[in-house]
């Protein structure tokens, strides 16, 4: 069994207030990956960042004080762009999400956790770290063609860390 693990493709991290070009880029590759892999009979799981009124004074917002995904706002909505169906949402409060890496472990013979999304240097490496530190004997793979960092650069250097910790890029 593999799962695609689809990080906060949420609309302020495309377009909205914490937006880049990049993120605008991957849109149609993510959609593309979802279908093929549902076609291949594998699962797919989304994370959604979120956040409350009190954002500016929480430990985040001191060092990033940009609000954004907001819960129940636009900009926290995964982008119309991806179809969720029924796969299962995972709402997470900060950068990486335990609930993610508990939902990975609960299913049976699970071979392989594919991971794309945004942004590749904040979110898809904690999550990367937290799936490999809680299945270590599970295969854990980053699609960098369907991640998008801060910048290009900080997307870069988080691929090149991921590699050492033996998370496989693609
Ligand atoms: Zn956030």
Redo the contacts with the bound molecule.
Sequence with gaps: MKLLAVIDMQNDFIDGALGTAEAVQIVGRVAEKISSIRESGAEVVFTR?T?GEDYLSTS?GKKLPVE??VRGTYGWEITDKLEVRDSKIIDKPTFGSYELAEYAASIEKLEEVILVGLCTDICVISNAMLLKARLPEVRITVDSGCCAGVTPQSHENALEAMKMCQIDVE
């Design positions: 960042d956040h985040e954004h995904c």
